[in-house]
């Protein structure tokens, strides 16, 4: 119940000093009882006489400036409803003042509006909370932060611990910046005033922090759904714990596995708890570094009860999936590009029988190529383009003769870094921004790569036919790497 809805009950009018009607209000008390504002995103209604009211102004003090802060709730004759406005205007209070309903009739009508008003909110909330029991139990942690910023009209971020985005819904980029200071306690201007920060786990063992702000500004329900949302997202979050160990296991599985000729690769997946006869290989990235793939993709192959099968690379992370989950996995994966705006990029090579998982991961890889180079948040190795499908028909010489004008670049003393540097280039069509903050450079020192780059090949990167040129002579290195 807002100011505006406590004068209709009251059937009184607004008096005095303006507090905005959009206010909510959070209590009803008589003037005897009234001692501080609880809390100063909400109203109190003061129920008082006008000779209270007078007593309180003659006053002055704190007691004054207290009732400055609430709303007083009075009765006067319909003659006297202009004196006491004047009053109250020049002593800065706001009044709600009403010539048909006494005093305990006030208290009593404004109380009993409070209660169902209450009631009706914590219908909603409970509601709400079960709405998003079912959403994280379908589509996981994901799903249920698009649905909480869907109720709240207003947007929520999911950091982990050290305040870095694990996933978003309705939130630019300056609010993510804004959560991240809100959760962390920094420094700096938050742009957002009506935010909230609620903790994930228990102060000892702390989760995560979930941010959220709505934009009609129903700050109780959107604590209190928010509050609700933060202990559901507590057990989602708890679903795995990934030691140190753990991930050097599976990082060692997965390239033995993966390796050229791997000794008996069956037993290997089997004591890892992996039964399935044949698996598909995949690769993702995303194109910013704020989004954690690997903690993202581990949070999936939870939901998708599926063993982690995955290994981390520079900026992607590669793994094996079943082939029956491999469509609801790219669902997710198309899901937060759509909703949270991560740009993921995924390929997916072809199913493969356990002694040919290497073959599977090289398709895998050339599909995430080609994701990157379309713009696309998913591709499978079966829809790329027919360039890679003519590279890999081509013999060892020829694949030799396309690769010819990045052979300065192979040089051992560049240990590679300028082939990197030109392949991610190219991948984002020369974005300066987004290829050095992959790269993880200033785009001053990207700058001097590029222009080391065209010194060494003789290619002009401004030209459309040598940056063809490179990029045919960048995927047949690629393909001559896996022949």
């Keep these: 119940m807002d100011l505006a809805a406590a004068a209709r009950v009251a059937r009184a009018s607004v008096a005095g000093a303006p507090i905005p ?33 007078s007593t309180a102004i003659r006053d002055s003090g704190q007691r004054l400036d207290t009732l400055r802060e609430a709303v007083p709730v009075t009765y006067v004759p319909a003659n006297a409803v202009r004196k006491l406005s004047d009053v109250a205007t020049a002593a800065g209070l706001t009044v ?23 009631a009706a909110e914590a219908r909603l909330i409970t509601a709400g909370t079960r709405v998003l029991a079912q959403v994280a ?46 959760a962390m306690n920094r420094a700096t201007r938050v742009r957002h005033p009506g935010l909230q920060v609620h903790r994930v786990g228990e102060a000892k063992d702390l989760r995560a922090f979930l941010v959220v702000a709505s934009r009609d500004g129903s700050t109780s329900r959107t604590r209190d759904l928010a509050a609700q949302a933060s202990a559901l997202l507590d057990l989602l979050v708890r ?119 290497r073959s599977s991961i090289v398709e895998a890889r050339q599909a995430h190529e080609s994701a990157i180079l379309r713009g696309h948040s ?22 030799i003769q396309l690769m010819k004008p990045l052979a300065a670049l192979r040089a051992p003393a560049l240990g590679g870094h300028l082939v990197e540097t030109l392949r991610i280039y190219l991948a984002e069509h020369g974005s300066w921004g987004v290829t050095a903050e992959r790269l993880g450079v200033h785009r001053h020192t990207l700058k001097n790569r590029i222009t080391r780059i065209e010194e060494l090949t003789g290619l002009s990167l401004n030209d459309p036919d040598d940056r063809f040129t490179a990029w045919v002579a960048l995927r047949a290195l690629g393909a001559a790497s896996e022949h």
């Design 137 to 182: 139990r379908r589509g996981g942690i994901e799903a249920m932060i698009v649905e909480l910023a869907h109720q709240l009209n207003g947007w929520c971020v999911l950091l982990d611990n050290h305040g870095r985005a694990m996933t978003s819904a309705g939130a630019g980029a300056l609010h993510l910046e804004d959560a991240a200071s809100a």
């Design 239 to 357: 679903t795995h714990e990934h030691s140190v160990t753990e991930r050097l296991g599976r990082e060692l599985l997965v390239r033995s596995v993966l390796c050229d000729a791997p000794s008996s690769p069956e037993i290997l997946l089997k004591r890892w708890d992996v039964r399935d006869e044949t698996l598909t290989g995949f690769v993702i990235s995303a194109r910013t570094r704020v989004v954690e793939v690997e903690r993202k993709v581990l949070r999936w192959l939870d939901e998708l009860g599926a063993v982690h099968t995955i290994l981390t690379e520079k900026d992607r992370v590669i793994g094996l999936i079943s082939d029956d989950l491999v469509a609801e996995f790219a669902t997710r994966v198309e899901s937060t590009f759509v909703e949270a705006g991560a740009m993921l990029r995924c390929g997916f090579g072809s199913s493969a029988p356990l002694s040919r998982l």
């Design 378 to 399: 998913v591709v499978h190795y079966s829809a790329i383009p027919t360039v890679q499908l003519i590279l890999d028909a081509l013999e060892d010489d020829q694949l």
């Design 96 to 118: 709600l003042v009403s010539t048909e309903l006494d005093l305990v009739l006030l208290h009593a009508r404004l109380t009993t509006a409070l209660a169902i008003d209450r």
């Design 21 to 53: 009607l959009e206010r909510a209000v959070d209590d009803v008390v008589f003037l005897r009882e009234f001692s501080v504002v609880a809390n100063e995103k909400f109203v109190s209604l003061v129920v008082a006489g006008v000779d209270e009211i």
